[in-house]
């Protein structure tokens, strides 16, 4: 029995994508939005920017507009719109008209749920206070301006040092505010290993930005004067004028929760591999969703806009196919990217942080870490910055499980190729093999994407072994320091020998024997050269993977 | 038995990777390495942007020196020494040291032939006059500058508007001179299909670059004063103070040939999979030698340098794993990228061409085409601009055989990607569902990478059937446009039917019923609605792939 009504709740990502594609697929399907707020098809992902009035006019954030669903798509799109419950049995869904003050009744055949995250607000006094806000949606981007604007704010605070929450930072000093940011964990962009975000932390810092790291908000309280002070769990009290949450989104859960349909364990709406909820006549779409991880196979929360505009376009192949048919989602890499303060950071499939957090639910891969520090593009070749690639490998076959990089610039690049290497499940000898494009104001003639993987290639055949600077003290290995003498002059490891690269060759016999030598200089290549000379003398010889370089980032979030 | 003396001839991109890595991986190993010119290891993609000023000093373009190479690697780099002559029964090569005028015999247990490309010169009068240069090292780009400055040049023609020539032409056009550049083919880039060159013509001419096209070079001869002047094959004359070759390169296969080892079909040193020439002592790597498409498997010239420095570091293993043993090399991409004109070009797998070359010996694949045009970021995020992305697809199952593309910026990242799937023999399906990264300032929910992937899998389901524009005329299908009126009266395909799309649904039963209706937009969204649209009254239609701009570029190649 063929679907004739389509009803999609929410009207962003995912059901803008899914309301279009089922059209295309059937001029025949009644299909209905229901869209909570103001607008459908929104640019979510450009309002920190707006903030920052570097996209300056609301209309440019509105993607589509009801009027082009209606008349190119033959959507009827209802802005304002709150779907507030199911009736499962009699498919059936109660509208609230948020401007007409009413409720009315929307059956369905076919129900696809794209409600999409909230922002969490952190359980503590003062959230609800005039001057605090939230970034969701366009009119929490009006209210800020308009706050900001009348109170003219000069420092404002921000809590969460996420992707959102530096976007908002930076966007907010451009408009010439300036910004603390109070982040919980020891180091901003918690989705990346700790060490990888050291790059922003002193970009945020040069661009005046004050970091409070390790700290989470306490509570904020109005003061005499219509500032308001923010108390931080470490006993520290900001004064600020206004201040943005962006302690991270929870899927907006309650209506499926309301209907009886399962959850998942992250607190997502589970979804089987079509997409479909615990109820057959019900799918779900985007960020209120759990999805699979391509690598690990676990699920988890993923609010990312590719994802759901993806699902919300499968979601509509699948309902047209027919039961049992269509299209399956096979899983997420949860790439992602984020340029503030000059500096772009991003991630493809999983970090050190989120394989810890699959060990201990039962999914436990041994893997090599290895670090690339190279230029965006040929060194002779004016404007080259450099850009550091940290690669996680599987141990047993060189499989590749993830990838992090960060610099000024080429960073999403090669963060892209190798996710679509993982997501072919290709190994470091692939990629070390993969041809890349190559011009002087592109790329190496070595890639750095390349070059990571022949950094993994050597530690995982034993060619060069490498070792972690978070294992150096305990284990007992001479550290060797093979760098010019000016170099070893403005800072080394304490206790490291120094003997440089070019010197080795004629000092080998001076190496103790009995113990591993574990070498480094500032990136890895003479370190690696270090390596395999002292190897071929019958010593154990490893890498300090990522040099002095690594060692610093390391030192400087440390617990 | 263990080789204990490795001989390499060449020491730039292959030879110098193969070095390094031989050390690295033996310390007890002699190691020599002969080079005819003045510098090892120097940056030959740099070349064409020294001569434009860009690259200010010479020595920015050498990547490792002799001394580097001796002292770090303890490899005897011998510079202006040509190797003359292999006597492969006695393992001797004959050199001559340049400097010195003598002749001397080098020993070895494993040669590596790197004797890279050299510039191939038209079989035209007067291409050996003064004021006739080629761009193949740092002397020739010292001539350059050197005539051009002495005899104050105000006019260049560059002969051959393939990579290097469009490069070189950029940079004398930064330096203020005026430059013609003169190409064979109807198109400049001839590794890509012609309509993926247009707008670099149309970038060059803004610059002032005057193209003339479908002409080869009929002679040089030197007029009275100075200049030269330049015949091209239609009769044009133009006159000059300096011509470039451009014309391409042909593989150094003299040595090789001379010694009696196998060539392939395309004249380059045939190799096996681990790089061994038809002597058993004698490897070869780089621009001389045939490399294996990894598409159609067909052998070709690939003188780039990413495939050379591979190739250079795995003999550099295969040496030294010994017989039968080490890694293999697969075979090439042929990923290339170009910037010129503020324009980026790139290519990975197969063009349309290469197709049509590999059908004629015999390794025909069934394609289907598609273009995707797209900013290479969020709309809303200031700076985007369009790229063009052309992929092909084979029929049969949809795996990616090539991808080209256009643009101002965001270029070579797409084609990087798409070479990765192509590598891991990923279908469009694939394409279609990877996770890349998204933040405005980077890229789009749906990255244009993805689109591509969408219209091609749309393509091969029979959802939206794609037509060419080459058949258009031929095939007798109604031409539907369903662009706006305004862009209809701007410029349309002659006896086209027009139709906005958002008028589309309550017109179509005034679309004829006995033929196929083939639709256009600008770009190619539009009309895949139409299609669907017109598909679902039980008419047949297909979308013309790449929309009115893709027939615009195609017809300004017309032959």
Known sequence: MSVRKLLIIGGVAGGASCAARA????????????????????????????????????????????ELFRKRFAVDVRVLSEAVAIDRDKKIVRVRDLAAGREYDEPYDALVLSPGARPFAPPVPGTGLPGVFSVRNIPDCRDILDWAGKNRVG????????????????????????????????????????????????????????????????????EPGG?????????????????????GVVPETGLARAAGLALGESGGIAV????????????????AVEKTSLVTGLSRLVPLAGPANRQGRMAADIICAGEGKGPEYRGTLGTSVVGAFG????????TEKSLAAAAKKGVSIPYERVYAQALDHAEYYPGAKTLIIKLLVRKEDGRILG?????????????????????KHATAADLENLDLCYAPQFGSAKDPANLAAMIAGNALSG?????????????????????????????????????????????LDSLPEDKEIWTYCYVGARSHLAVRMISQTGRKARNLTGGYAIYQMMKSVED
Chains 1, 2 share one sequence.
Request: glycine share 8%; aromatic share 6%.
């Open 23 to 66: 059209r295309r697929t059937r001029e025949d399907l009644s299909i209905v939005i229901l869209e909570k707020g103001p607008f459908v098809s929104f640019a979510n992902c450009g309002l920190p920017y707006y903030v920052g009035n570097l996209i300056k006019k609301e209309e440019d954030l509105l993607v589509a507009s009801p």
């Open 155 to 222: 420092e404002a605070v921000v809590v969460g040092g996420g992707y959102i929450g530096v976007e908002i930072a930076e966007n907010l000093a451009r408009r010439g505010i300036r910004v603390a940011i109070v982040e919980r964990e020891k180091h901003l962009l918690p989705p990346l290993d700790p060490e990888m975000a050291v790059p922003v932390h002193a970009a945020a810092k040069k661009a005046g930005v004050e970091l409070h790291l390790s700290q989470s908000l306490a509570g904020i309280a109005a």
């Open 227 to 247: 500032k308001l002070s923010v108390s931080l769990s470490l006993g520290r009290v900001l004064s600020a004028g206004m201040v943005i949450l962006a302690t």
């Open 272 to 287: 089987d591999s079509r997409l479909r909820t615990s109820d057959p006549h019900i799918w779900a779409v985007g960020d």
């Open 343 to 350: 500096m772009t950071a991003a991630a493809t499939g999983e």
């Open 403 to 423: 990838a992090q990089a960060v610099g000024e610039q080429g960073v999403e690049k090669r963060v892209d190729v190798i996710a679509a290497m993982i997501f």
């Open 463 to 507: 060619f060069a072994p490498v070792a972690r600077w978070e294992e150096a003290e305990a284990y007992g290995a001479v550290i060797l320091d093979v760098r010019t003498p000016f170099e070893w002059k403005r800072g080394h490891v304490p206790g490291a020998l120094h003997i440089p690269v070019d010197e080795l060759r004629q000092n």
